[in-house]
């Protein structure tokens, strides 16, 4: 989508998602906001959601 964005010389100044991974593999995008944070614990064979970025985003007040 930052691509496509791109293309058209416009400029993205933020992103966001809905749902974001716990796990700290490779990303495309860097620098976004969250919803939620979700966790797969094969052992208990569970989902964790979390609080995602936003919490913080929120709590330190930037835009």
């Known amino acids: 989508m930052i691509n496509l964005s791109n293309e058209f010389g416009a400029k993205v100044v933020g992103a966001a998602v809905l749902v974001e991974t716990k796990g700290e593999g490779n990303k495309l995008v860097h620098d976004y906001v969250s919803l939620l944070k979700l966790?797969?614990?094969?052992?208990?064979?569970?989902?964790?959601?979390?609080?995602g970025s936003i919490s913080q985003h929120l709590?330190?007040?930037?835009d």
Do not use: D
């Not at 966790?39 to 609080?51: A, D, K, Y």
């Open 39 to 51: 966790s797969i614990t094969e052992q208990e064979n569970r989902l964790v959601i979390e609080n």
């Open 59 to 62: 709590i330190s007040g930037k």
